[in-house]
């Protein structure tokens, strides 16, 4: 899977931006889909509050979702993994 660094006023380049849209094409997990399009949408310089609105978080939810992709050098995926489907 793809990770990047990104900080806040760097712009993603044309490479990484194409990698992060396959990547959410390919992805399974919801969680990380929403988390590769929060990065794109705040490379495309929206504000958190867009973000959380479009993504349909709350406000503190944008912000705390990009920042923990920055604290976790952009890894996108959560740490805890999730659990097993029982069926």
Not at 59 to 77: F, M, T, V
């Amino acid at each position: 899977m793809f990770c990047f660094k990104w900080f806040m006023g760097t712009i993603l380049n044309g490479e990484e931006r194409k990698e992060l849209r396959v990547s959410h094409k390919r992805e399974r997990d919801d969680r990380v889909k929403d988390r590769i399009k929060a990065v794109l949408l705040r490379d495309d310089g929206m504000s958190y509050s867009e973000i959380a609105r479009v993504l349909f978080l709350s406000d503190e939810g944008g912000r705390q979702q990009i920042e923990d992709d920055l604290k976790r050098n952009g890894k996108l995926r959560p740490e805890n993994g999730g659990s097993q489907a029982k069926l």
